[in-house]
């Protein structure tokens, strides 16, 4: 079946520093990527998303590319700041029929001033 | 602010109760899931409705039920409820039934004592 995986947090980081989250996919077809973020004590907001190989996804200095050769969809951003600190999910969309979002086990990120 | 709410926000209750979380789905959006997160399960896939009729099952216990009514917004019924039932539900919605991105509620956190 369809599923995500991510790299396990927490993730510690500086204010400034260069952020990357991996996650990599096992799907039939051709799935739709989403990266989720959720700040404390909040639900899920869609931070980006792609729904075609080579795709670029953006929002809010957060990137990632769909990589069908590697089956990855990895989070960038260039200078983090503390209010990135969030818990980040990887999700995809098999397709079909449902719009069943399978999701990763979440990353935790924490940027120190 | 998503634009989909949940109630109630919190929720305390005994083992062997039932319990009724209710959702309104965007405006427009005719798709509704409800997921259940928790520490050691992560983001668990519940069940999926579309314009009233269920359309895909995830991990959902038989004492677990919900449905989708005329003005579209959803309720999730948990009875004879476990310790282990402890957990944040959230709701999400969508345009479609398959493909379009998921807008998610900030969640009813349920502890069972």
């Known amino acids: 079946g369809n599923s995500v995986t991510q790299m396990e947090g927490p993730v510690t980081l500086s204010e400034e520093a260069f952020l990357t989250i991996n996650c990599t996919y096992t799907?039939?077809?051709?799935?739709?990527l989403f990266w989720y973020v959720q700040y404390p004590g909040e639900g899920l907001q869609l931070l980006l998303k792609?729904?075609?190989?080579?795709d670029k996804g953006s929002n809010k200095g957060f990137e990632a590319t769909y990589r069908k050769e590697t089956t990855s969809f990895h989070l960038e951003k260039g200078s983090v700041q503390v209010s990135d600190s969030a818990v980040y999910f990887c999700?995809?969309?098999?397709?079909?029929?449902?719009?069943?979002?399978?999701f990763g086990t979440g990353t935790l990120l924490a940027v120190q001033p | 602010d998503s634009g989909v709410t949940q109630t109630p926000k919190h929720l305390i209750t005994a083992t062997g109760q039932r319990v009724t979380l209710r959702c309104s789905p965007r405006?427009?959006?005719?798709?509704v899931y409800w997921y259940q997160q928790s520490l050691d399960q992560g983001l668990q896939f519940l069940i999926q409705?579309?314009?009233?009729?269920?359309?895909a099952k995830g991990n959902i216990l038989e004492r677990f039920s919900a449905q989708q009514f005329p003005d579209l917004h959803s309720e999730l019924n948990l009875s004879s409820l476990e310790l282990g039932d402890s957990a944040l539900y959230f709701c999400?919605?969508?345009?479609?039934?398959?493909?379009?991105?998921?807008?998610f509620g900030n969640g009813t956190r349920l502890t069972v004592t």
């Open positions: 999400a919605s969508s345009v479609r039934q398959g493909g379009s991105p998921l807008h």
């Open positions: 799907a039939t077809g051709y799935p739709s």
């Open positions: 792609a729904t075609k190989a080579d």
């Open positions: 999700a995809l969309i098999g397709g079909g029929a449902t719009n069943k979002l399978i």
């Open positions: 405006s427009g959006d005719l798709s």
């Open positions: 409705y579309y314009n009233g009729e269920e359309r």
